[in-house]
């Protein structure tokens, strides 16, 4: 095994990027709109109509047998980049057929926030019955289910990757990054199952790499957002990155300390192996403009409202917030709703985020938060990663 990062190397590493939809880390999401069968591709421009027959079609699988193929065809002397992007766990949470009985004593966890009244949240956690019926229960424990099913088939899907990669010799020179869009919730607050909240369960994701210069079962305490896996992409390919405008930044020196000689791009926070001490959170919600035909007494503006009339998103469900690691341990969030709702959370004591302590802290704090949070919103390139202010 190389003990290098690729930047040291005369050939560029290979990066696989594994990119699965709606797949959590806090509710254990990781034992990954999708449809799995009767979709319709775009191969290089021309329509590709699929069924529904497992072995043609299901598009887990069909992803991986395509990935292994341009694998095959590569042409050795030069790096490849590979972006598998499976359904799974997406609904309707179509497993392969080998595993439709798999999990059947999984349920949904119970512990945290599952079912605990969202009152002091903002309107749409205000809405959900408390506690939850039955009905819903046994709806989103069968999702649970199903996601868990799903994932298995991207479970192979890793381990054929990787088998191939050691079979063409190019294992120890390939990073291999996986992780998803999204978190997900399956009960938290009375939500039976849903994405688009500002709690810790819906924002956090898996995110594991394998690849040279990186120790085996490792974990980085330090925060990493979506927008650094561009800038880590381009800083494994050997790109300056110092000729790019982007509001994220590498992590591959924090994977790769062995690396000394890192180039300008490198952000001082990371060299001084410190994380970042505040980012942002932001979401523009969704609603359509006619009630629900399922449930008219709600009336329009509002979006999933599935099982028992629990709606999960709604045009004004529209949030940002800072969540600040280093001073405090905080989220701070901002609603464009007619309440200009306010949601403040201390992670140390309250790592469930149960109660909203916007009432309780120091005015100066949320003033201090609120002129952090329009920065963060409006910050481009170098001035995102500027945290002496
Ligand atoms: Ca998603």
């Known amino acids: 095994m190389s003990t290098r990062c690729s930047r040291c190397q005369t050939k560029p590493s290979n990066i696989i990027l594994i990119l699965a939809d709606d797949q959590d880390v806090q509710l254990g999401g990781l034992v990954g709109n999708s449809q799995y069968y009767n979709y319709t591709l775009s191969v290089n421009g021309k329509e590709e109509l699929h069924g529904d ?5 299901y598009l887990t699988d069909l992803i991986l047998n ?3 193929h341009f694998l095959d065809d590569r042409s050795p002397q030069h790096p490849f980049f590979v972006m598998l992007s499976p359904p799974a766990p997406h609904s309707p949470w179509t497993a392969a057929p080998q595993y439709q009985k798999s999990f059947s004593d999984v349920k949904a966890p119970r512990d945290g926030s599952f079912d605990k009244p969202g009152k002091d949240k903002h309107w749409l956690l205000r809405q959900p019955l408390n506690p939850m019926p039955s009905s819903s229960v046994d709806f989103l424990d069968n999702a649970y289910r199903k996601r868990w099913q799903t994932l298995l088939s991207v479970d192979d899907m890793v381990a054929a990757l990787v088998q191939k990669l050691d079979e063409l010799k190019e294992l120890d020179n390939t990073y291999i990054i996986y992780t998803s869009d999204n978190g997900y919730h399956t009960g938290q607050f009375s939500l039976p199952i849903d994405k688009r909240q500002l709690y810790d369960f819906d924002i956090r994701i898996p995110l594991m ?14 925060p990493v957002l979506n927008i650094d896996l561009a800038p880590t992409i381009l800083d494994i390919s050997g790109f300056n990155l110092s000729h790019v ?13 062995s690396v000394s000689a890192h180039g300008p791009n490198e952000a001082p926070s990371l060299r001084n192996g410190t994380a970042r ?25 509002l979006a999933h409202c599935f099982p028992d009339c629990v709606c999960e998103d ?22 464009a709703d007619s309440e200009s709702f306010v949601e403040v959370y201390n992670l140390t004591s309250d790592p469930h985020q149960l109660e909203n302590i916007v009432k309780k802290v120091d005015p100066t704090l949320l003033q201090a938060m609120n002129q952090r949070l329009i920065k963060l919103q409006s910050c481009v390139g170098d001035s995102c990663r500027d945290t002496t202010k």
């Open 245 to 257: 405008t982007m509001d994220g930044q590498s992590f591959l020196p924090q994977m790769c300390p």
């Open 314 to 335: 709604a045009y004004n469900n529209t949030y940002a917030c800072v969540r600040s690691l280093a001073e405090y341990n905080l989220q701070y969030c901002e609603f």
């Open 209 to 222: 790499v394998r690849g040279p210069g990186i120790k085996p079962q490792q974990t980085l305490q330090a």
């Open 53 to 57: 027959i497992y072995e043609k079609d």
């Open 277 to 301: 001490p505040y980012f942002l959170v932001e979401y523009t919600g969704e609603g359509h403009p006619s009630p629900d035909p399922a449930c008219p007494k709600l009336g329009p503006g």
């Open 66 to 68: 395509r990935s292994l």
